[in-house]
């Protein structure tokens, strides 16, 4: 089986990459190549058990698409995308790799000719949701993205419904938590605390929250992000229906239950590190975000996600950390 | 004022431009100009008051928007699109006709670079839903189109909210119920039979009812969808907020209430008119349709549909056949 991943120089998609590389097959088949782009070509894994080429490349440019799967992978996890500040600060930029990106993949999918017909997995987002929201957001909350990224995804997921629906390939858009504790330093993202406040008094530095203990959001550990990716890619067209696109499960906390968490797990010493200074643009950014999903949908297709916070520190202190707490 | 029509060689665009023409404004303000566009250049209407310019484009073709705009409109009706069945035989033409044309007029609109703000009216449908449905599909029903023509018609409302967050234009998407009683000859349409037993009969002609009277459907006039184009281009932003795709109002009645109707407003001898011809592929092609919404912001709105099928019937009637029933 050929596998082609997109964003694969990405956070989760080096983290599936790892994965599939490590397993040497996916959903009991046995991977004999993978193909690994993104706009920078992302580094070849040290010793798989299969070849695998990486490549450079822009799939909203002319040709790109259409060469990204000129060998014919079986299973497509796309990935590849701006983030949502970059998406908003550039509006051509994020119409041009969320979506543009996205569709030139599709079109090069329908028009190969070849009765190609791969399974195509979406990471989408629970930004094509917008306030105001219910208590818990169902699997049939409309779509009213309140961002460029979160529309330029929604959109996305309409077009792979059709796509899909007409017959031109099998796949499923998955709309991934917020992904916490996030790996690597801290950056400018106005979600960037979520993880900041579990990252970095862990490897013994001190983060900053800029807002109450009573915000709610709604995560997952990266571990579960590249779990969904595996069991999306494996599961069968019937048990999907015609809604493909589904809500995945994660853990609706707010940040004091985080920082209990990490006081169970960290101690006393660790929790400390963190330092309070409001601000109250990042205060008004996060209100407008989700807090509370009814995943059941995913649920009963089989995905998991953490629940508690309490998992998803250990599984960065196991996954990032070598199991060790910073002093 | 100036007033641009896209689509304006079609049924509704021809109502909406003989409206515009016979009250010389809109929503209180004189028209000045109005400019009719369509993929064939639409007749002028006698005796405007005031210029009317008309051209043959194709929106989706280089530079085609651009020109469109040329004398920016302050308001933009932009009907254009290719219908269901068009949409679903030749996919490619469908995506180019209704999203990457609506895609270059906003584009067009962005990039202007001179201030240019209009208030964009997009017309789009039910067909954004998709089966199954609840009861009755309310406001925050999500989109899952069961249709290329509905997935097109939901990535525009999606597109169109992003661009009017980002205060590139002013915009609304109206969501058209099932337009009775279409004018015309009879079509292809799975839906035409709605229009057709009501339209044939009134005018001394035998129609063919493909289904059986306890079908329900979605309805309003050709004179009340038109209603619904002039009173969105006078909506306040502030009333619509961030959701600005609204339902419009309509009727839920059955095929049965149609001929209750007709039989009450024009006799038995009209009604008797209908013959009974049952068709499996039409049956099931119209169990997957929406048949009832709770369209309570597009009241609250002030839109204003009709409430009984005799009144749409009577709207025929006046607007079609010069008040008079055909023997």
């Known amino acids: 089986m050929h596998i082609l991943i997109t964003g694969a120089a990405g956070m989760i998609g080096r983290k599936l990459t790892a994965r599939l590389v ?42 790109a698409a259409g060469l990204a799967i000129n060998r014919r992978p079986e299973i497509i996890f796309h990935l590849a995308a701006i983030v949502s500040g970059e998406a908003e600060a550039d509006f051509a930029k994020g119409y041009r790799v969320n979506f543009a990106g996205t569709r030139e993949l599709l079109e090069a999918i329908r028009l190969a000719g070849d009765s190609y017909h791969p399974k195509f997995v979406f990471a989408s987002s629970i930004a094509v949701f917008g306030a105001p929201f219910p208590e818990a957001i169902s699997d049939e909350f409309f779509l009213t993205p309140l961002t460029s990224y979160g529309t330029q995804k929604a959109i996305c997921e309409l077009l792979l419904a059709d796509y899909v629906r007409r017959g031109f390939l099998d796949g499923v858009g998955i709309r991934l938590p917020t992904i916490a504790v996030r790996p690597g330093k801290p950056n400018k993202a106005a979600s960037g605390f979520f993880s900041g406040i579990i990252r970095e008094p862990l490897a013994g530095r001190e983060a900053v929250l800029p807002v109450s203990e009573d915000v709610r959001h709604w995560f997952a550990s990266p571990r579960a992000a590249v779990g969904f990716l595996v069991h999306s890619a494996g599961l069968p067209r019937e048990q999907l229906g015609a809604r493909i696109n589904v809500t995945m499960p994660g853990l609706s ?75």
Chains 1, 2 share one sequence.
């Open 253 to 327: 906390c707010t940040v004091g239950d985080e920082i209990a968490a990490l006081t169970r797990v960290a101690g006393q010493n660790v929790a400390a590190r963190i330092r309070r200074e409001p601000d109250a643009v990042i205060e008004k950014i996060v209100a407008g975000w989700p807090q509370n999903f009814d995943a059941r949908r995913a649920a009963a297709l089989g995905f998991q996600a953490e629940r508690s916070f309490d998992d998803i520190i250990r599984a960065h202190i196991e996954d990032e950390l070598g199991g060790r707490i910073g002093a």
């Open 22 to 63: 490590a397993e040497g097959g996916l959903n009991g088949r046995a991977i004999d190549r993978m193909t690994l782009t993104d706009i920078v070509a992302p580094e070849v894994p040290a010793a798989a058990p299969f070849p695998i080429a990486t490549t450079a490349s822009d799939l909203a440019a002319p040709a």
